[in-house]
């Protein structure tokens, strides 16, 4: 075959195969990635499918606990269940209203007994009839569940939430919710970002393994309870759900038979599956538009190669042939022909290169013929020299090697080496690097091999070797080795001198440094060492951290210099150390109150002492200093004495608080009786009207004393923070010439809070904006919602939030202090107690909340508030309380309460509504009082008690031995002590109501009422 043929099958054989190969490899690229693309997006669907489900399942779970867990509804079940008196039934009825009520996707809630009697529905329904679900109220009697799911009569897909009703330790019944299934319906019905094909499925298993759809499919839209897929069948996605692994599908057949991709997931905590899934067909049309394009361009890349290859072959051959014929001339010993350098390209410069060689073999062969003769003469000289060269090379004691540069074998050794290693010259031809090592990792043959090769190719080397010699002895030398050629020739050189002596030594220094530096970096201490001069010597890793100044960068320098150290009360530079130990001798202790100064300007506390250094004639030849940080010791000795001061005013403000507000009772009841005799016409009634305001103010007074004394937990309700900020801004500005500029976001959300400890934050902040702006100005308070996407990233944890933030355009506070203004104590006026800014950090953290400040002098400062937001739940409309001076109350009613004034005035109000009043002074009296009553045939209806009785039962024990006598009486607790837990926690401790002292009359008449 031709050359032009051959270039032409060579050409077209290696472009079009790689023209194949490349399209291929991007087709089957682009399908990868188009592949990944689509399973990391249903991946990332069925992640938030997931945690929606979770998040319904959860909502579903702490819906059914707050209505079990009433206590007014398990009390009523118990009493029904003794007395099978109808007014339980009718309470417990009305309690299961008012439960649905409030959750307006519970079509029914109703109570079995223990032996399945339906004892209380809500709603129009029967009772005292048979669940028809035995297995249902069967399981809620053990366990709370929310994944029972059923087809209704009217074909939709409802949910049963179960749960047991118990008090204390006895069972009473079950409670069974019927609920509409539509939040989770919505939730797996949202295709979003699945184009045409793609859809949620949800699924658990029967008793018997198979895969049941728990919801309807994108497909079938009754497919929900109905449609079920044999657990054999591991082609379905929804069936590979169920191992309890994650899992990425890419061959995968759906319950319609069609190929899909799919990703999976398993909700293990309710065993159900759910799968995200898209049709291949609707996955991969990108890819069929693609192919179409791929063979075009392809067909016209073949036929554009083919084209080229028969011109290249053309025109590459035709002077290749011509130059064959010169080629052969020259081949021939022709040297009379040349070649034709006409043209330009590469192959007239290979003419021009032949024309070129022949010009240089005529000139070589005429200089060989001169250089033998040279070479004759000088080959006479070569012999004489090599004799002076053997003297030379045999002198030193040192062992040299000549070794061949491409192989390693010895060529040649000198008289040193034959002493050395103990070996003949013969004998010493006859070994190998090898054997004149150790053999001892890294000292093999191998590793001398690479050592040679390392001369050769990167220059000389120099390292220590462990050498062996013929008798077996072990010993270090030190290795030399040089690259250098001979007469044409490579040859390495190996000059090797016996060193063990020297690495004996070396061992023994090393050994004794590594001894003393692990000794030093096991100081937990900073040590310097220094001269008689005071120049640094040694510093240990600690005093490097302490003083800034690393070893290298410190040695040599003045002690003063590195180790700058004053005193932390007259900021003065202390006495140099080494001057101290070197006028006494002995060992000294630095002074209290030490501060290091480090290089970067950091200070820090420090103790400990200095000593000098002895020589072995007890003569001081230097100084080392011994020290610590105890920067944060003392921080917490501060801290402890902070602390007990805090404890010591927090006794001291609580006491007083509680006393105070058992007196502010009695002015507040008073008043409260004296505006119901007085007509509002009156110029008394808003004489009156201002003197319970300020009462009221007194209270919240008292509030914040009792917040920092206690640190307790806040009584949240339901309440809409926009009513309190406007109230609290316009008490605390009012008569100022500052005014508040309030805006909300529309619909802002609800939040649970206390409102009284809330109040109190807003004033407070007010009040420092009011006292930041003496020439007057603009406070503005603005309220937004922050969802839980909206608040990553900010701190928080994840949840909705709304966010209140409060602007001044005061004098501002500079930086340096904004980290310490919710510090007890700490405060910039001169008639500041410092407690307002750290009892709001205290009561929003108890809030689950966040305050935070930003400031800028002469600009303002803002505070910004995060609390909590009950995002889907609705504020019950206000009951009107209308307080009529109508003696239309009903009841016997004891009062006990260890201050006087509060019994007189509380009996003053309640019999003015028309109760009978008994009163006691303490819990035992209360207790025997109430034994009497229900032994007579005047009982006792309810009892309100003091929370603390000093020096006597209080309520937290008296209402336990009152349930003793009655499990079923009423107790409401009062307390000036707010923030106690038990006032925010009333039920958990058996009381029905709480009353904070002081009450207004008001709220007392409207509390007695809903209780009795």
Known sequence: MKIQAKLIVAFLGLSLPLLFV?????????????????????????????HRIQDIVAQNAERLRLVTSRTQLRLSLEQFLLSGDKKHQLKMNAILDNAQQSLPDFKKISVYSPDGVRVASSGPSGVEETHPHDALVARGRVVNAVDSFYLDAGGNLALHLVGPLVLGNKFLGVLVIDATADNMVTAISDYTGLGETGETVLATRDPNGDTVFMMPTRFDRAAALSLTIPKDNKQIPINRAFTGEGALLTDAIDYRQVPVLAATRYIEDQGWGIVVKMDKAEAFAPLARMKGQFIAILVAAVCLIIVLSFYLAKSLTMPIVRLTGVAHDIAEDNF????????????GMLAAAFNKMTAKLLSTRKALERNIKTLQAANQQLLAGEERYREIYNAPSDAIFIHAADTGKILDVNEGMLEMFGYTYEEALHIDVGQISSGEPPYTMEEGGRKVQDAVLHGPQAFDWRSKKKDGTIFWTAVSLKDTEFSGQHYVIAVVRDVDDRKRAEKALAEEKEMLAVTLRSIGDGVITTDIAGNIVLLNKIAENLTGWDHEEALGKPLTEVFHIISADTRKRCENPVTKVMATGKIIGLANHTVLVAKDGSERSIADSGAPIMDQKSKIIGVVLVFRDVTEENKREEELVKGRKLESVGLLAGGIAHDFNNILAAILGNINLALLSVKPEDDAHSLLQDAEKASLRARDLTQQLLTFAKGGEPVKQLAAITDIIDDSARFVLRGSNVRCDFSSEENLWPVEIDQGQMSQVIQNIIINANQAMPEGGVVEVRCFNVSREQSQGLGLSPRDYIKVTIKDSGVGIASSLLDKIFDPYFTTKQEGSGLGLAVCHSIISKHGGSLRVTSELGVGTTFTIYLPAEKDKQLAPVAQQDVSAENDGEGR??????????????????SRFGYEVVLAKDGAEAVALFKEARESAAPIDLIIMDLTIPGGMGGQETVQEIHKIDPAAKVIVSSGYSNDPIMANYHDYGFVAALVKPFKLQDLQATVCRVL
């Open 22 to 50: 490349t399209n291929s490899i991007f087709y089957n690229s682009e399908k990868k990635a188009l592949t990944h693309n689509i399973l990391n997006h249903l991946e990332s669907v069925a992640s938030i499918q997931h």
């Open 336 to 347: 009379a022909e040349q070649a034709e350098e006409s043209q330009t390209d590469e192959i």
């Open 893 to 910: 009613i004891l009062i006990m309460d260890d201050e006087e004034m509060v019994r007189k005035i509380s009996q003053t109000i309640l």
